[in-house]
């Protein structure tokens, strides 16, 4: 009875029905797309380090997981590092910031190859020349690349030699030695890969290495990829709680008004509804289902609006902003806006329960 008396009080007003799912809707596709999107960035940055095939990471004293800092580790360290018992080789490789989250990365290739297995060319080649690049395919897409393809970066002109498949270390690849020379780091390098000759030896190596490199962070792969979380990104957690008060807020401003709005307009149905014997609690609960009901659909809603959002981040700006669909975040979006619509319907379910039904049906 209470369902289909909710159901026909929505479809009596399509108009402003359809128009608060889509005002609920839309925070719950900020919230999704968001957690999406930080989530997207830090499973790419995983993925592309897993593909390096280290077994260790020495980074900067200064150096952060988000901030790798710049190229400031000796070079004569590689050597160092591929002398010590278990080392099987170690790579040095700079980074330059060109579009935030996008890096360049400098590496000599044939050291890179030996250690990883080298990448995979989608078209074109390894690099060649001083000023020949490597682009993934996200990076190709976002910005029209083909082999042969000039690219200017850092001011200075590139050659595109060859396409790769994204999820290894870099989007951009360049030879060491060229953009060093652009930062002018001569000898100098971001972080270095160290690949041992038995991964059974990872912590025994690791230990031996803290000793002699005591003002080095030094990590386990595992380590290191398990620190690209949102718990571990200064502000992310907090930024993604505001964005669901946020959430809270529409959807009880949004509620509240549609709500409101109804009770004025329904004035008479409710006091006939009181004079053939409802309760205070019935009424109420009418209201309460009506909003709940609204929030579901704007829930649903939003939810495939995620999804285009994803299409269209996929299409527009894929390697800039690498974002997915986190289903596990669908119900916690959810619930979010049912709070906010539950809250949202109070003061209008109380107010139209608390209506005298002489005065409701006298109302025009």
């Not at 682009?135 to 082999?147: E, I």
């Not at 390697?319 to 806006?337: D, F, K, N």
Request: aromatic share 6%; net charge neutral; glycine share 10%.
């Amino acid at each position: 009875m209470t369902f289909k008396l909710v159901l026909e009080n929505l479809k009596h007003r399509p108009m402003r029905s359809l128009l608060s799912i889509l005002l609920i809707g839309v925070p719950v596709t900020l919230i999704l797309s968001l957690v999406g999107l930080s989530h997207g960035m830090l499973e790419d940055s995983q993925r592309r380090a897993r593909g390096v095939g280290a077994d260790l990471i020495v980074r900067a004293p200064s150096a952060s997981v988000i901030n790798l800092g710049g190229p400031s580790l000796d070079e004569r360290l590689v050597g160092f590092l591929e002398k010590q018992p278990h080392v099987a080789m170690a790579v040095g490789v700079t980074t330059h910031v060109v579009d935030l989250p996008v890096f360049v990365t400098g590496l000599n290739l044939q050291h890179f190859d030996r250690m990883s297995g080298g990448f995979t060319y989608l078209a074109g080649g390894p690099l060649r020349g001083p000023d020949d690049i490597l682009v993934d395919r996200s990076y190709a897409d976002q910005k029209h690349l083909a082999v042969g393809d000039s690219a200017t970066l850092m001011n200075h002109k590139w050659r595109v030699a060859g396409i790769i498949e994204p999820g290894k270390l870099a989007r951009l690849v360049v030879p060491l030695e060229t953009l060093q020379n652009l930062d002018s780091s001569h000898g100098k390098v971001t972080q270095i890969y160290v690949k041992l000759d038995n991964p059974a030896n990872t912590n025994l190596v690791l230990e031996e290495l803290k000793k002699v490199l005591p003002d080095y962070p030094i990590n386990t792969m595992e380590e290191y990829i398990a620190a690209f979380n949102v718990s571990n990104i200064h502000g992310l957690r907090e930024f993604i709680i505001v964005i669901m008060a946020i959430g809270v807020v529409i959807g009880f401003a949004v509620v509240c008004l549609s709500m409101y709005m109804a009770v004025l307009q329904r004035t008479r149905e409710i006091g006939i509804l009181k004079s053939l014997g409802a309760s205070k609690a019935f009424i109420l609960e009418i209201i309460l289902a009506e909003a709940l009901l609204l929030g579901v659909g704007g829930t649903i809603l939003g939810i495939l609006m995620s999804f285009g959002a994803y299409w269209l981040i996929g299409h527009l700006v894929p390697a800039s902003i690498p974002m997915i669909i986190v289903p596990i975040w669908w119900p916690i979006a959810g619930a979010v806006t049912l709070a906010g619509a539950f809250i949202g319907a109070l003061y209008p379910g109380l107010s139209a329960a608390r209506h005298d039904p002489i005065e409701a049906l006298a109302y025009e």
